[in-house]
């Protein structure tokens, strides 16, 4: 069991997303920054349907009631006990031992992991917390969660895993579906603009300002989306859709971030610039497989 | 907006999620299937979706539930559409609970159903200027189509009607009172 003595602004629990309920028009959900997440849990020996907690801005802090390995992962975070761990580190944790996530000036996103994974109560299958249909609700101080069972492996403490660099604004991202929408120009404005990251954006999407980019034809008949699809509106300000996006959408989408630069969009800050640089599929596939392995190679 | 496509859209996304190689998401006209491209080579991926599609003949389209909804007639939009259409607000609301819709799919919130087709004398457009707050229990209709919103949320569809049913309940299995295929009755209290 973990006592949370600190929420941050919010600290939500989330496994990789709820995907058997798109159907039912249910957000995935989950990690907005899923590489991050996912290197948490790699951290401290947890398999990737564990659940972890997203925290946003912090200082989130918690107490391990047995002994666990506990890592703090995300954009510009460390992880304050009796020393102070780097993010992306393995920590041991005492019983009883207060451990404060640090939340830098850049971050947004950070995940923390223990070992046995947070064993809250699954709703619809998933742990991932859903706050506008009332799927979980945020932490508050006072909070027990429950954890798995996990043989504590003091090795582990020290291990590390490598940081995305967060503060680049290079995305790569693959043609949209919607492509034809959209005049070359329009196209190729998309792919070399600077985009600034607005305020409004949250777990559902990065909302961006720049030049217009303009769709022939106004909105497509409503379909299935994905994270990282980017949906262009008809002002022309696009949108990547995060964790929490819609099961549908009706805008057309001009291009779609790879998976493996999900977390590179998730984590920009208002007011950040980006930029997208077109790859094709094959790219994106292997980018994928090359986080995943390093994923392995500290798991 | 066609039911047929949409019946044989649900039927390929149920013969999709049967491989066991991810979750689909159809709509009125599309399928997008989810995999693990990693597990699943892209190009393989596509071979087993033409695959399907040349089989789909062979999958029966559902039948669906027959799901009634107890509706106050009193939106804040009824007027104006019944004028627009040429209407009395009795008409228009005899027209609108005097048919059967198909739940094509659900999106945009959970458990929102996008229920069609209204009869073609009803004349909704979407609003021009969506509004901010639209209370759950809304029985609305846009674009040929009618819905019942599940929670408080921004919406663009007109406001006919309301409705104390429940829409979305997550401890309920489904969690949703109209799932994808079935038949839907608006009931005028």
């Given at each position: 069991m973990i006592r949370i003595e600190q929420t941050g602004l919010r600290a939500t629990v989330q496994d990789r997303g709820r995907f058997g309920h798109l159907r039912l028009g249910?957000?995935?959900?989950?990690?907005?920054?899923?590489?991050?997440?996912?290197?948490?849990?790699?951290?401290?020996?947890?398999?990737?349907?564990?659940?972890?907690?997203?925290?946003?801005?912090?200082?989130?802090?918690?107490?391990?009631?047995?002994?666990?390995?506990?890592?703090?992962?995300?954009?510009?975070?460390?992880?304050?006990g009796r020393d102070v761990v780097a993010g992306w580190t393995a920590a041991f944790a005492r019983p009883g031992e207060t451990l404060t996530v640090v939340c830098g000036e850049r971050s947004r996103f950070a995940y923390v992991a223990v070992s046995g994974g947070v064993t809250t109560e699954a709703i619809l299958g998933s742990r991932a917390t859903y706050l506008p249909?009332?799927?979980?609700?945020?932490?508050?101080?006072?909070?027990?969660?429950?954890?798995?069972?996990?043989?504590v492996d003091a090795e582990r403490a020290g291990r590390s895993a490598v940081s995305p660099d967060y503060d680049t604004g290079q995305i790569r991202a693959i043609t949209g579906p919607h492509a034809q929408r959209f005049t070359d120009e329009a196209q190729s404005l998309f792919f070399s603009a600077e985009f600034q990251v607005e305020p409004a954006s949250d777990r559902m999407g990065t909302r961006l300002t720049g030049p217009r980019i303009d769709a022939r034809g106004g909105e497509i008949l409503t379909m299935g989306v994905v994270a990282g699809a980017v949906q262009v509106p008809s002002g022309g300000a696009p949108i990547v859709l995060l964790a929490e996006h819609q099961a549908t959408g009706g805008y057309p989408v001009v291009a779609v971030v790879i998976s493996a630069d999900l977390g590179l969009v998730a984590q920009r800050l208002p007011g950040e610039r980006l930029r997208f640089t077109r790859v094709d599929r094959d790219l994106a596939v292997e980018a994928l497989r090359d986080a995943r392995a390093e994923l392995e190679a500290i798991a | 907006m066609d039911d047929a496509l949409a019946g044989r859209c649900r039927a390929f996304a149920d013969?999709?999620?049967a491989l066991g190689h991810g979750r689909a998401v159809p709509a009125y006209a599309s399928v997008v299937l989810r995999f693990d491209p990693i597990r699943l080579p892209p190009s393989d991926a596509e071979r087993e979706a033409l695959r399907l599609a040349r089989?789909?003949?062979?999958?029966?389209?559902?039948?669906?539930?027959?799901?009634?909804?107890?509706t106050r007639y009193d939106g804040l939009d009824l007027g104006e559409t019944a004028e627009r259409s040429k209407l009395t607000v009795e008409e228009l609301i005899n027209l609108h609970s005097g048919r059967e819709y198909r739940a094509l799919f659900l999106g945009f919130l959970p458990g929102f159903a996008y229920c069609g087709v209204l009869d073609p004398r009803i004349l909704a457009p979407r609003?021009?200027?969506?509004?901010?707050?639209?209370?759950?229990?809304?029985?609305?209709?846009?674009?040929?189509?009618?819905?019942?919103?599940?929670?408080?949320?921004?919406?663009?569809?007109?406001?006919?009607?309301?409705?104390?049913?429940?829409?979305?309940?997550?401890?309920?299995?489904?969690?949703?009172?109209?799932?994808?295929?079935?038949?839907?009755?608006?009931i005028a209290l």
């Open positions: 249910i957000p995935p959900s989950g990690p907005a920054d899923p590489g991050a997440f996912a290197a948490a849990q790699a951290l401290v020996g947890n398999d990737g349907a564990a659940a972890a907690i997203e925290v946003v801005g912090g200082p989130f802090a918690f107490r391990c009631e047995d002994r666990r390995i506990v890592a703090v992962t995300g954009r510009d975070v460390a992880l304050r249909a009332g799927l979980g609700r945020p932490l508050r101080a006072g909070d027990d969660l429950p954890l798995g069972n996990a043989r | 013969a999709w999620d089989d789909l003949h062979r999958i029966p389209n559902d039948r669906g539930r027959v799901i009634e909804i107890p609003l021009v200027r969506p509004r901010e707050h639209v209370p759950a229990g809304s029985v609305a209709i846009a674009d040929g189509q009618t819905s019942v919103y599940p929670f408080d949320s921004p919406g663009g569809w007109r406001v006919i009607g309301r409705t104390d049913v429940a829409v979305f309940d997550s401890a309920r299995e489904p969690p949703v009172l109209i799932s994808p295929g079935d038949r839907v009755r608006f």
